[in-house]
């Protein structure tokens, strides 16, 4: 009993001491909880539990609810009636009532679980990296790889399709492209995901961050010609020589920005499909 | 005047006939694995992974039409020998659900169906499952379905 009370001063006197070497002037105190020091397993010492890191709430930042609409929301600009659309978007609407879709963008790293009848439990999972979303409406997908075992795999889903079971985000951030499908070209290292790894935490208003990771390629030949500027591809490292990265430029086409038959202003579009879609997810 | 017409109308239709007549050579529709691709032998077996100046190439496919996709049986040419293989992935996109694999994978067989190898690393697709039956041994040496 006294040695344990003895070590346990020890360790809080220590504690304290290293607390006051690492204040630094303008540092806010933290306060540690010493629960996990009382418990001692058969009087062997306790193993050193961390105090839980305290939650800073800022707030004097003003709190902005961040709005995300799908893009598989947004009608493309066609010919066809919008009732096509807004009873789509009904349906749409309808399942994720059921399944809880949650909000993901190009490069966020994403587990997956369907029922499969050809699978033991009924259930296959995978893990992976978006790298592609892809159409609008009900058949709207986005394309997964992973490495395993040296193998690359690419799994497109369909968002809305009724064998998924879960979509979970295992880390939500975005990247320099919108489309990422020359990893199948980049070095292995960029697409091996670990199939057991753990969600990272993201608070609900916070900026989704932009992984400014520049990718390192195979040598060529590559799929596609990505140092051409119609693919826009900002998130490759590009080790070709200046000769190539000129005679790639040829083809550029710096008259599309100005082209104005294919703008397409979607911002009042957005707009009035987030009243929609809001009104029919509280129903 | 009638006789004329009627011979310009024969005059048109053989030229036409002449038109449509015009051929144009055409390339097969790449898909999935047909006679000539290079494959990649993905079991354990000897005569998969000693190296060899020639990749295995498919020279046959056991199909009504000439190409392969995940669960079809065709022939290799490997080391100068003939085997026949099973497709287990292919690098075309197939149905949605399915895996795309970044190789086209094979895996060696005898003509009675039993797998050369005894075990496969790579991951090999589930829709193998639904033909238990005929690949019920290739599924027992897959180590990693996906």
């Known amino acids: 009993m006294a040695a344990a009370c003895r070590r346990f001063l020890a360790q809080a006197g220590v504690r304290v001491l290293a607390r006051a070497s690492a204040a630094r002037p303008g540092a806010r105190c933290r306060c540690f909880s010493s629960s996990g020091l009382l418990r001692a ?6 193993k050193f539990q961390p105090p839980p ?3 800073v709430v800022d707030k004097h930042k003003e709190v902005v609810e961040r709005r995300f609409l799908s893009p598989e929301f947004i009608p493309p600009r066609e010919r066809t009636d919008p009732l096509k659309f807004s009873i789509e978007r009904t349906d749409m609407i309808r399942r994720r009532k059921v399944l809880n879709i949650p909000e993901f963008y190009v490069g966020s790293i994403l587990s997956v679980s369907t029922a499969d009848p050809y699978a033991s439990d009924k259930t296959s999972c995978f893990v992976g990296i978006c790298i592609q979303r892809g159409g609008k409406g009900l058949g709207a997908t986005f394309v997964i ?15 809305y399709n009724p064998r998924i079971r879960e979509i979970k985000v295992l880390k939500l951030e975005k990247r320099l492209d919108d ?7 980049a070095l292995p290292e960029y697409s091996t995901f670990d199939v057991n790894m753990k969600p990272v935490p993201h608070s609900a208003n916070d900026e989704i961050p932009v992984n400014q990771l520049k990718v390192k390629m195979k040598p060529k030949p590559w799929t596609k010609r990505w140092e051409r500027p119609k693919f826009n591809v900002q998130g490759i490292h590009f080790e070709l020589p200046e000769k190539i990265m ?3 430029q040829k083809w550029s086409k710096p008259w599309i920005q100005f082209d104005m ?17 809001n009104e029919e997810l509280k129903k | 005047m009638a006789f004329l017409s009627r011979r310009l109308g024969l005059l048109l239709t053989q030229v036409n006939r002449a038109v449509e007549q015009r051929h144009f050579s055409i390339t097969g529709a790449c898909s999935a694995i047909q006679k000539l691709t290079r494959v990649r032998v993905v079991d354990n077996s000897t005569l998969g992974n000693t190296p060899y100046h020639r990749p295995p190439k498919c020279i046959h496919v056991y199909n009504k039409t000439g190409v392969g996709k995940v669960g079809d049986k065709i022939l290799l040419a490997i080391k100068g020998e003939k085997k026949k293989a099973l497709i287990v992935g292919h690098r075309m996109p197939g149905p949605c659900m399915t895996p795309r694999f970044d190789s086209n994978n094979v895996v060696l067989i005898e003509d009675n169906g039993n797998p050369t190898g005894t075990r496969i690393k790579t ?13 019920s041994k290739v599924l027992a040496i897959a180590q990693h379905l996906v």
Not at chain 1, 41 to 46: A, F, I, V
Not at chain 1, 262 to 277: A, M
Not at chain 2, 123 to 135: A, C, M, Q, T, V
């Open chain 1, 179 to 185: 489309n990422l499908m020359y990893l199948r070209d």
């Open chain 1, 53 to 55: 890191k305290p939650v």
């Open chain 2, 123 to 135: 991951p090999i697709p589930l829709i193998l499952r639904k033909r238990e039956g005929e690949f």
């Open chain 1, 145 to 159: 790889r992973n490495i395993i075992e040296r193998q690359g795999i690419e799994f497109c889903y369909e968002l």
């Open chain 1, 261 to 277: 038959l294919r703008e397409y202003n979607t911002s009042k579009l957005e707009k009035e499909i987030w009243k929609e879609v």
């Open chain 1, 41 to 46: 397993n058969n009087g062997e010492p306790t």
């Open chain 1, 246 to 248: 000129k005679e790639a």
